[in-house]
């Protein structure tokens, strides 16, 4: 004689137990996903500071050497200006 199941079922279905297992890896993907987005954020933002303050350095020290040495950054200043009005001729 062939087994019978009783009919109320005692557990979640296969189908159930695969949706889960879907929606759990679809929490576990999102939370990574979301904790690596956190991580870039963070790096950029850093990035961005650490930027921010070395054109602050550099600018201070281009400005410590304009004070030291105002005609020789006068001239400096003018070949650039007639360097790049050659080259915008060309």
């Not at 929490?27 to 850093?46: C, G, L, N, P, Y």
């Not at 990035?47 to 050497?65: F, H, T």
Request: hydrophobic content about 30%.
């Amino acid at each position: 004689m062939a087994e019978q199941r009783p009919t109320e079922s005692s557990g979640p279905s296969p189908a159930q137990e695969s949706g889960r297992e879907e929606r759990d890896q679809a929490h576990e993907m999102s939370t990574q996903v979301s904790e690596t987005a956190r991580q870039v954020a963070r790096t950029a933002s850093d990035s961005y500071e650490q930027g921010r303050e070395q054109l602050e350095q550099v600018g201070r020290s281009l400005e410590e050497n304009i004070r030291e040495k105002p005609l020789v950054s006068v001239l400096i200043a003018a070949g650039i200006g007639l360097l790049l009005a050659f080259l915008w001729k060309r």
